[in-house]
């Protein structure tokens, strides 16, 4: 056998073996193809069965029907009656204060009550000669707690919600001190409703608050605060 009839042989094996090795997939393919194909068939016939998709449907409703059912809304008329004042005033001014005067003693009675006597806020003379502010400086904490004060709301005489039960301070979304009062400024507040929540007998409402110092274009203080009226 030469050498050219030697490659020909070889090569005709070659050829019957790959043929031999297709032969043996193609089935094998042919079964995984089908049954990738019954699967999907079977899904889809699943998903396109009426009683498949009323379940779906149901489920859906369900879910809106909760939905709705889990909404709480107010459920006394006076609640809902001051609900819909307050929603009319929605973004609006409310309140502006009166003047307050934030003087010495006030800020020494704050600073024994807590126990924050920093030179800074009760010790005048030093806060002259080393201070930035050339004066004692009320603390950011005394400002914001003299908010009831600036709002009226302790004047039971200038209730703003009279039908309300009870008036609860849930607290506050933020606070910011742009600008520090000092001794002997006088500042004053004004009010912004920005937000409000119906409850099943409450109304939550979160206030913007900003406290004017007198002859400055900075604010004392801004805050967030959040009242819950129970009717």
């Known amino acids: 056998m030469n050498v050219v009839e030697f490659i020909r042989e070889q090569k005709e094996q070659l050829q019957q073996r790959n043929d031999q090795f297709k032969a043996r997939l193609e089935p094998k393919f042919k079964n995984i193809s089908e049954l990738i194909s019954s699967r999907i068939t079977n899904l889809t016939n699943t998903l396109n069965n009426p009683w498949f998709s009323k379940f779906a449907d149901n489920e859906h409703d369900n879910e809106t029907a909760c939905s709705e059912?889990?909404?709480?809304?107010?459920?006394?008329?006076?609640?809902?009656?001051a609900y819909n004042q307050l929603?009319?005033?929605?973004?609006?001014?409310?309140y502006v204060g009166q003047w307050?005067?934030?003087d010495q003693q006030c800020i020494n009675q704050f600073a024994e009550v807590t126990g924050d006597d920093q030179w800074i806020h009760t010790d005048p003379e030093r806060a002259e000669q080393e201070s930035p502010f050339k004066a004692t400086i009320a603390h950011g904490f005394l400002t914001l707690s003299l908010?009831?004060?600036?709002?009226?709301?302790?004047?039971?005489?200038?209730?703003?919600?009279?039908d309300a039960k009870m008036v609860i301070n849930i607290g506050l979304?933020?606070?910011?001190?742009?600008?520090?009062?000092?001794?002997?400024?006088?500042?004053r507040v004004r009010t912004r409703l920005i937000e409000l929540k119906p409850m099943k007998r409450s109304i939550e409402l979160v206030n913007e608050m900003s406290i004017e110092v007198e002859n400055s274009k900075r604010l004392g203080c801004i805050a967030e605060t959040v009242?819950?009226?129970?009717?």
């Open 227 to 231: 009242l819950r009226l129970y009717y």
């Open 87 to 94: 929603l009319a005033k929605l973004g609006q001014e409310t």
């Open 69 to 81: 059912k889990c909404e709480v809304v107010v459920q006394t008329p006076k609640a809902e009656k």
């Open 147 to 162: 908010l009831p004060k600036l709002t009226d709301t302790v004047n039971e005489d200038n209730n703003p919600y009279p």
């Open 100 to 102: 307050y005067t934030v």
């Open 173 to 187: 979304n933020q606070v910011r001190y742009p600008y520090p009062v000092k001794a002997g400024s006088r500042v």
